[in-house]
Protein backbone atom coordinates (compact mmCIF):
# COMPACT_ATOMS: atom_id res chain seq x y z
CA UNK A 1 0.00 0.00 0.00
CA UNK A 2 0.57 3.82 0.01
CA UNK A 3 1.03 5.95 2.75
CA UNK A 4 1.85 9.59 1.59
CA UNK A 5 1.98 12.38 4.44
CA UNK A 6 2.12 16.22 3.75
CA UNK A 7 1.00 19.15 6.64
CA UNK A 8 -2.51 20.22 6.42
CA UNK A 9 -2.03 23.70 6.19
CA UNK A 10 0.77 25.99 5.99
CA UNK A 11 0.95 30.30 5.68
CA UNK A 12 3.35 32.22 4.42
CA UNK A 13 4.35 36.03 3.46
CA UNK A 14 4.04 37.61 -0.22
CA UNK A 15 7.36 37.88 -1.47
CA UNK A 16 9.11 34.89 0.85
CA UNK A 17 10.20 31.14 0.31
CA UNK A 18 7.66 28.44 1.51
CA UNK A 19 9.04 24.61 1.54
CA UNK A 20 5.75 21.99 1.23
CA UNK A 21 7.36 18.70 3.06
CA UNK A 22 5.88 15.12 1.32
CA UNK A 23 7.12 11.82 2.91
CA UNK A 24 5.90 8.72 2.13
CA UNK A 25 5.95 4.45 2.55
CA UNK A 26 5.22 2.64 -0.64
CA UNK A 27 5.03 -0.73 -1.85
CA UNK A 28 6.91 0.59 -5.23
CA UNK A 29 7.86 3.47 -6.46
CA UNK A 30 8.15 5.05 -10.14
CA UNK A 31 8.04 8.74 -9.89
CA UNK A 32 6.47 11.49 -7.64
CA UNK A 33 4.55 14.20 -8.91
CA UNK A 34 3.60 17.91 -7.23
CA UNK A 35 0.28 19.32 -8.66
CA UNK A 36 -1.37 22.51 -7.81
CA UNK A 37 -5.37 22.67 -7.21
CA UNK A 38 -6.90 26.34 -6.87
CA UNK A 39 -10.30 26.16 -4.94
CA UNK A 40 -12.66 24.88 -7.69
CA UNK A 41 -10.19 24.68 -10.22
CA UNK A 42 -8.76 21.32 -12.05
CA UNK A 43 -5.19 19.87 -10.04
CA UNK A 44 -2.49 21.07 -12.61
CA UNK A 45 0.86 20.10 -12.86
CA UNK A 46 4.24 21.73 -11.36
CA UNK A 47 7.29 18.61 -11.20
CA UNK A 48 8.50 15.51 -11.41
CA UNK A 49 11.08 13.33 -10.03
CA UNK A 50 11.72 10.07 -10.62
CA UNK A 51 16.13 10.06 -9.54
CA UNK A 52 17.26 11.96 -6.18
CA UNK A 53 18.06 15.45 -6.64
CA UNK A 54 16.50 18.80 -7.36
CA UNK A 55 14.63 19.63 -10.52
CA UNK A 56 14.54 23.62 -10.97
CA UNK A 57 11.35 24.93 -12.98
CA UNK A 58 11.40 28.70 -12.20
CA UNK A 59 9.91 30.21 -9.08
CA UNK A 60 9.28 26.04 -8.58
CA UNK A 61 11.67 23.44 -7.47
CA UNK A 62 11.51 19.83 -6.18
CA UNK A 63 13.35 17.97 -4.30
CA UNK A 64 13.69 13.75 -4.01
CA UNK A 65 14.77 11.83 -1.57
CA UNK A 66 14.26 7.72 -1.86
CA UNK A 67 15.95 6.42 0.35
CA UNK A 68 14.49 8.54 2.48
CA UNK A 69 11.12 8.09 1.02
CA UNK A 70 11.09 11.99 1.00
CA UNK A 71 10.50 15.15 -0.91
CA UNK A 72 9.69 18.90 -0.70
CA UNK A 73 8.32 20.99 -3.10
CA UNK A 74 10.25 24.78 -2.79
CA UNK A 75 8.24 27.69 -3.81
CA UNK A 76 9.95 30.80 -4.29
CA UNK A 77 9.15 34.56 -4.72
CA UNK A 78 5.73 33.88 -3.42
CA UNK A 79 3.14 35.62 -5.13
CA UNK A 80 -0.82 35.76 -4.14
CA UNK A 81 -1.87 33.37 -6.25
CA UNK A 82 0.41 31.02 -5.05
CA UNK A 83 -2.24 30.60 -2.09
CA UNK A 84 -3.83 27.10 -3.54
CA UNK A 85 -3.77 23.63 -2.40
CA UNK A 86 -0.30 21.47 -3.17
CA UNK A 87 -0.86 18.07 -4.01
CA UNK A 88 1.99 15.19 -3.54
CA UNK A 89 1.34 11.76 -5.60
CA UNK A 90 3.21 8.72 -5.75
CA UNK A 91 3.05 6.97 -8.91
CA UNK A 92 2.98 2.74 -8.59
CA UNK A 93 5.36 0.81 -10.18
CA UNK A 94 4.89 -0.74 -13.38
CA UNK A 95 3.68 -4.37 -13.70
CA UNK A 96 1.93 -6.14 -15.84
CA UNK A 97 -1.26 -4.99 -14.25
CA UNK A 98 -0.35 -1.11 -13.08
CA UNK A 99 -0.69 0.81 -15.76
CA UNK A 100 -0.72 4.44 -14.35
CA UNK A 101 -2.04 5.39 -10.90
CA UNK A 102 -1.30 8.30 -8.60
CA UNK A 103 -1.49 7.87 -5.24
CA UNK A 104 -1.70 11.30 -3.92
CA UNK A 105 -1.39 12.98 -0.46
CA UNK A 106 -4.13 14.86 0.98
CA UNK A 107 -2.77 17.80 0.48
CA UNK A 108 -1.34 20.79 1.98
CA UNK A 109 -3.52 24.16 1.80
CA UNK A 110 -1.08 27.16 1.51
CA UNK A 111 -2.35 30.35 2.18
CA UNK A 112 -0.45 33.61 0.90
CA UNK A 113 -0.56 36.52 3.27
CA UNK A 114 0.33 40.04 2.14
CA UNK B 1 -4.76 22.10 -27.95
CA UNK B 2 -8.03 21.05 -26.26
CA UNK B 3 -7.93 20.03 -22.69
CA UNK B 4 -9.46 16.89 -20.84
CA UNK B 5 -13.17 17.68 -20.97
CA UNK B 6 -15.75 16.04 -18.61
CA UNK B 7 -19.73 16.67 -18.44
CA UNK B 8 -21.65 16.78 -16.54
CA UNK B 9 -19.73 19.65 -14.59
CA UNK B 10 -22.52 19.69 -11.97
CA UNK B 11 -25.11 16.71 -11.18
CA UNK B 12 -27.79 16.16 -8.35
CA UNK B 13 -29.08 12.49 -7.82
CA UNK B 14 -31.19 10.81 -5.10
CA UNK B 15 -29.85 7.77 -3.10
CA UNK B 16 -30.37 4.60 -4.64
CA UNK B 17 -29.96 6.24 -8.36
CA UNK B 18 -27.22 5.59 -10.44
CA UNK B 19 -25.10 7.98 -12.72
CA UNK B 20 -23.01 7.94 -15.69
CA UNK B 21 -19.51 10.75 -15.93
CA UNK B 22 -18.28 11.26 -19.00
CA UNK B 23 -14.29 12.45 -20.24
CA UNK B 24 -12.76 13.07 -23.48
CA UNK B 25 -9.31 12.73 -22.98
CA UNK B 26 -6.62 15.26 -24.73
CA UNK B 27 -6.31 13.87 -28.41
CA UNK B 28 -3.36 11.68 -28.96
CA UNK B 29 -3.65 10.59 -25.05
CA UNK B 30 -5.09 6.69 -24.54
CA UNK B 31 -5.09 6.66 -21.17
CA UNK B 32 -7.36 7.79 -18.56
CA UNK B 33 -7.65 7.69 -15.33
CA UNK B 34 -10.49 8.62 -12.65
CA UNK B 35 -9.88 9.61 -8.96
CA UNK B 36 -12.87 10.64 -6.54
CA UNK B 37 -12.01 13.69 -4.37
CA UNK B 38 -13.45 14.32 -1.06
CA UNK B 39 -12.67 16.69 1.62
CA UNK B 40 -11.85 14.39 4.18
CA UNK B 41 -10.19 11.78 1.65
CA UNK B 42 -8.40 13.88 -0.54
CA UNK B 43 -7.84 12.48 -4.03
CA UNK B 44 -8.36 8.84 -4.41
CA UNK B 45 -7.48 6.47 -7.24
CA UNK B 46 -10.76 4.25 -8.77
CA UNK B 47 -9.27 3.27 -12.09
CA UNK B 48 -7.40 3.59 -15.09
CA UNK B 49 -7.94 2.91 -19.14
CA UNK B 50 -5.47 2.28 -21.61
CA UNK B 51 -6.64 0.83 -24.86
CA UNK B 52 -10.55 -0.12 -23.66
CA UNK B 53 -8.74 -2.20 -21.13
CA UNK B 54 -8.84 -1.52 -17.25
CA UNK B 55 -5.34 -1.83 -16.11
CA UNK B 56 -5.94 -1.22 -12.59
CA UNK B 57 -8.56 -0.86 -10.22
CA UNK B 58 -8.14 1.22 -7.06
CA UNK B 59 -9.88 0.35 -3.75
CA UNK B 60 -13.73 0.76 -4.49
CA UNK B 61 -16.46 -1.07 -4.11
CA UNK B 62 -17.88 -2.55 -7.03
CA UNK B 63 -20.93 0.10 -7.45
CA UNK B 64 -17.96 1.80 -9.26
CA UNK B 65 -17.37 0.74 -13.02
CA UNK B 66 -15.62 2.29 -15.98
CA UNK B 67 -15.01 1.87 -19.81
CA UNK B 68 -13.28 3.36 -22.49
CA UNK B 69 -14.04 3.22 -26.27
CA UNK B 70 -12.18 2.94 -29.34
CA UNK B 71 -11.82 6.85 -29.25
CA UNK B 72 -10.29 7.02 -25.80
CA UNK B 73 -13.13 8.35 -24.44
CA UNK B 74 -14.00 7.06 -20.82
CA UNK B 75 -16.98 6.98 -18.71
CA UNK B 76 -17.19 5.86 -15.33
CA UNK B 77 -20.81 4.54 -13.38
CA UNK B 78 -21.84 4.88 -10.13
CA UNK B 79 -24.89 2.15 -9.30
CA UNK B 80 -27.32 2.56 -6.30
CA UNK B 81 -25.61 6.10 -4.87
CA UNK B 82 -25.13 6.91 -1.43
CA UNK B 83 -24.81 9.89 0.47
CA UNK B 84 -21.30 9.30 0.76
CA UNK B 85 -20.58 9.24 -3.17
CA UNK B 86 -20.96 12.92 -3.05
CA UNK B 87 -17.77 14.02 -4.58
CA UNK B 88 -15.60 15.64 -7.21
CA UNK B 89 -15.06 13.13 -9.72
CA UNK B 90 -11.69 13.96 -11.72
CA UNK B 91 -10.98 12.54 -14.97
CA UNK B 92 -7.00 12.21 -16.05
CA UNK B 93 -5.32 11.55 -19.42
CA UNK B 94 -1.77 10.94 -20.44
CA UNK B 95 0.88 10.05 -22.72
CA UNK B 96 2.63 6.99 -22.54
CA UNK B 97 4.57 7.44 -18.70
CA UNK B 98 4.04 11.50 -18.95
CA UNK B 99 2.42 13.39 -16.32
CA UNK B 100 -1.37 13.04 -16.32
CA UNK B 101 -3.99 16.11 -16.97
CA UNK B 102 -6.76 16.56 -15.51
CA UNK B 103 -10.16 17.99 -16.70
CA UNK B 104 -12.21 20.37 -14.31
CA UNK B 105 -14.38 17.93 -12.82
CA UNK B 106 -18.09 16.25 -12.16
CA UNK B 107 -18.89 17.97 -8.83
CA UNK B 108 -21.34 15.12 -7.59
CA UNK B 109 -24.66 15.82 -5.24
CA UNK B 110 -26.40 12.35 -3.53
CA UNK B 111 -29.64 13.72 -1.34
Known amino acids: GQNIDQPTEMTATEGAIVQINCTYQ??????LFWYQQHAGEAPTFLSY????GLEEKGRFSSFLSRSKGYSYLLLKELQMKDSASYLC???????????????FGKGTSLLVTP | KAGVTQTPRYLIKTRGQQVTLSCSPISGHRSVSWYQQTPGQGLQFLFE???????NKGNFPGRFSGRQFSNSRSEMNVSTLELGDSALYLC??????????FGQGTRLTVV
Open chain 1, 26 to 31: TSGFNG
Open chain 1, 89 to 103: AVRDPPNSNSGYALN
Open chain 1, 49 to 52: NVLD
Open chain 2, 92 to 101: ASSKGTAEAF
Open chain 2, 49 to 55: YFSETQR
